[in-house]
């Protein structure tokens, strides 16, 4: 066996005939049907001339289709390289510049827009099933399709960094990469082929590709494809699934609704949840109200997942777990040295999950990492007493007020239990005396009416002078990224004025 990723998903031909996709209103699909569409994609992708290691941008709605062409690019060697559906021609134009690819697959209603700032071959693929270029001309092609031989370095896939401090960075995935921490995950979450994987992510990112899809594929297990999260198509769904991946929205959501109860969801083997930071609050409630502990991890773009809390075992509310197994993890300060147990500082990772650079960033990479070989991941953390790890927040987060170092993780815990809160946001905001002003931005609940005095009076006597909210916002809502996570840059932006 080589180490293409396609060839260690395929092999053995066990369980072929089960269900693998199982998209709302269509025919489900196999394995063996899967493998052999992705057979016929690869013959189109190589028709058109890609050859191993060039890149294949693909901005599509996700469907079945959509997975059959990454396994075709996993099969041909190509560097499957997905993008946010969102991004407009502008954002898409500096994709294409960077990655330089040989082929971008698009939906057939934006064949015109990508001609105009595209160069290379432009195939479509629509959502449906049965429209696009990409689909006709596979009809044709035979299933059968020779693997391409390819080591562990070998990239898989490129996925590009949200590129909220500066220019995005496109994080290269080696096949390697991949199957080690699907291989890890099966084991660790306990995926069987009797599984049933609830699927309502995207697949434009890490989580809802390759911690999701490759599990499933490692393990046989079947996935029911939602195109999106949708609350009814959840409830619909639950009955026949097993496990279910999704960010913590998905469970705020689920807890807002009165159906959510233990008959609708003790069934359930696993919830899991992750790509943004679940309150405590949430975890208790869910537990609460299903019976079911949700099981929160910690991964990041350029490392897949390093820590799970255990399937057996304390799942700690607040902590995102132990590292997996292979999986190095440290707390270092500022020059990459270790910090005793205990102690806030730099999340470093090392192991064969971690990413082989940025693409045609080399200097880049070279300062992500220490010369031990450690991958800094950007998270501030602590580990407890049990070997629990705690993400603070992202060291760009750190608010220095006054010269004191401000976690706003800390701050954010003591808002979010007060009744009437939905969700805080701490941030350091331009101050002339102290540098930065902590200021916390709330989402109360419906028919709250909580005032700044209330939450600064509550947090009087729990915090040290230096971490009170200096000014304490109100908003409906927060800006959010496509996975969830509150895009805190953007609140800097909004408040940036505030202490002027």
Same mark, same amino acid.
């Given at each position: 066996?080589?180490?293409?990723?396609?060839?260690?998903?395929?092999?053995? @031909? $066990?369980? &072929?005939? =089960?269900?693998?996709?199982?998209?709302?209103?269509?025919?489900?699909?196999?394995?063996?049907?899967?493998?052999?569409?992705?057979?016929?994609?690869?013959?189109? $992708?190589?028709?058109?001339?890609?050859?191993?290691?060039?890149?294949?941008? #693909?901005?599509?709605?996700?469907?079945?289709?959509?997975?059959?062409?990454?396994?075709?690019?996993?099969? @041909?060697?190509?560097?499957?390289?997905?993008?946010?559906?969102?991004?407009?021609?502008?954002?898409?134009?500096?994709?294409?510049?960077?990655?330089?690819?040989?082929?971008?697959?698009?939906?057939?209603?934006?064949?015109? !827009?990508?001609?105009?700032?595209?160069?290379?071959? #432009?195939?479509?693929?629509?959502? *449906?099933?049965?429209?696009?270029?990409?689909?006709?001309?596979? +009809?044709?092609?035979?299933?059968?399709?020779?693997?391409?031989?390819?080591?562990?370095?070998?990239?898989?896939?490129?996925?590009?960094?949200?590129?909220?401090?500066?220019?995005?960075?496109?994080?290269?995935?080696?096949?390697?990469?991949?199957?080690?921490?699907?291989?890890?995950? &099966?084991?660790?979450?306990?995926?069987?082929?009797?599984?049933?994987?609830?699927?309502?992510?995207?697949?434009?990112?890490?989580?809802?590709?390759?911690?999701?899809? %490759?599990?499933?594929?490692?393990?046989?297990?079947?996935?029911?494809?939602?195109?999106?999260?949708?609350?009814?198509?959840?409830?619909?769904?639950?009955?026949? +699934?097993? /496990? !279910?991946?999704?960010?913590?929205?998905?469970?705020?959501?689920?807890?807002?609704?009165?159906?959510? %109860?233990?008959?609708?969801?003790?069934?359930?083997?696993?919830?899991?949840?992750?790509? @943004?930071? $679940?309150?405590?609050?949430?975890? =208790?409630?869910?537990?609460?109200?299903?019976?079911?502990?949700?099981?929160?991890?910690?991964?990041?773009?350029?490392?897949?997942?390093?820590?799970?809390?255990?399937?057996?075992?304390?799942?700690?509310?607040?902590?995102?777990?132990?590292?997996?197994?292979?999986?190095? $993890? =440290?707390?270092?300060?500022?020059?990459?040295?270790?910090?005793?147990?205990?102690?806030?500082?730099?999340?470093? #990772?090392?192991?064969? %999950?971690?990413?082989?650079?940025?693409?045609?960033?080399?200097?880049?990479?070279?300062?992500?990492?220490?010369?031990?070989?450690?991958?800094?991941?950007?998270?501030?953390?602590?580990?407890?007493?049990?070997?629990?790890?705690?993400?603070?927040?992202?060291?760009?987060?750190?608010?220095?007020?006054?010269?004191? %170092?401000?976690?706003?993780?800390?701050?954010?815990?003591?808002?979010?239990?007060?009744?009437?809160?939905?969700?805080?946001?701490?941030?350091?905001?331009?101050?002339?005396?102290?540098?930065?002003?902590?200021?916390?931005? /709330?989402?109360?609940?419906?028919? @709250?009416?909580?005032?700044?005095?209330?939450?600064?009076?509550?947090?009087?006597?729990?915090? +040290?002078?230096?971490?009170?909210?200096?000014?304490?916002?109100?908003? *409906?809502?927060?800006?959010?990224?496509?996975?969830?996570? #509150?895009?805190?840059?953007?609140?800097?932006?909004?408040?940036?004025?505030?202490?002027?």
């Amino acid at each position: 066996m080589t180490d293409n990723l396609f060839t260690r998903f395929s092999s053995p @031909a $066990l369980h &072929r005939n =089960r269900v693998f996709l199982a998209p709302p209103g269509r025919a489900p699909v196999t394995f063996a049907q899967a493998f052999d569409q992705a057979g016929r994609f690869a013959h189109v $992708l190589t028709a058109h001339g890609a050859k191993k290691g060039d890149r294949v941008a #693909v901005q599509v709605e996700k469907s079945a289709e959509n997975i059959f062409l990454y396994l075709a690019c996993l099969r @041909a060697g190509l560097v499957y390289l997905p993008l946010n559906t969102g991004y407009t021609a502008s954002e898409l134009s500096y994709f294409i510049g960077d990655a330089e690819p040989a082929i971008f697959v698009c939906a057939p209603r934006d064949w015109n !827009m990508l001609n105009g700032i595209f160069q290379g071959t #432009v195939l479509t693929l629509g959502d *449906d099933g049965a429209s696009g270029s990409l689909l006709a001309e596979a +009809a044709g092609q035979s299933p059968d399709f020779a693997d391409a031989v390819l080591g562990e370095d070998d990239l898989a896939s490129i996925l590009y960094t949200s590129g909220t401090t500066g220019v995005s960075k496109g994080a290269m995935l080696t096949h390697g990469n991949l199957w080690s921490n699907a291989d890890v995950l &099966r084991q660790a979450w306990r995926f069987t082929h009797d599984d049933v994987l609830l699927h309502a992510l995207p697949i434009f990112h890490i989580h809802g590709l390759f911690v999701a899809t %490759n599990i499933c594929l490692a393990a046989r297990a079947s996935i029911i494809l939602l195109p999106k999260f949708d609350i009814e198509e959840i409830f619909r769904s639950l009955p026949a +699934a097993t /496990v !279910m991946m999704g960010v913590p929205t998905f469970y705020v959501r689920l807890l807002q609704d009165p159906r959510l %109860n233990h008959e609708r969801a003790g069934h359930m083997r696993l919830f899991v949840s992750g790509s @943004a930071p $679940l309150l405590a609050e949430t975890h =208790r409630e869910w537990s609460a109200r299903t019976g079911q502990a949700i099981l929160e991890r910690y991964g990041m773009t350029e490392t897949n997942m390093n820590t799970s809390n255990p399937y057996d075992g304390a799942r700690k509310p607040g902590s995102v777990g132990l590292p997996l197994p292979g999986t190095s $993890l =440290r707390i270092a300060d500022d020059e990459g040295k270790p910090l005793p147990q205990g102690e806030i500082g730099m999340i470093e #990772v090392k192991g064969p %999950n971690v990413f082989a650079g940025y693409w045609r960033m080399p200097e880049k990479t070279a300062a992500e990492f220490r010369a031990d070989g450690f991958f800094i991941t950007g998270d501030l953390g602590m580990i407890d007493e049990d070997g629990y790890v705690h993400i603070v927040g992202r060291a760009k987060d750190l608010i220095i007020s006054g010269g004191f %170092n401000v976690y706003p993780k800390e701050i954010e815990s003591l808002i979010d239990e007060l009744p009437g809160v939905t969700e805080s946001a701490v941030i350091g905001l331009p101050h002339k005396d102290f540098g930065e002003g902590v200021t916390a931005v /709330v989402v109360l609940n419906k028919d @709250a009416a909580l005032t700044q005095a209330d939450i600064q009076s509550a947090l009087k006597d729990r915090l +040290a002078k230096f971490k009170q909210p200096k000014a304490v916002l109100f908003t *409906d809502q927060f800006p959010r990224n496509a996975l969830g996570k #509150v895009q805190k840059n953007l609140l800097r932006q909004t408040y940036k004025d505030l202490y002027a």
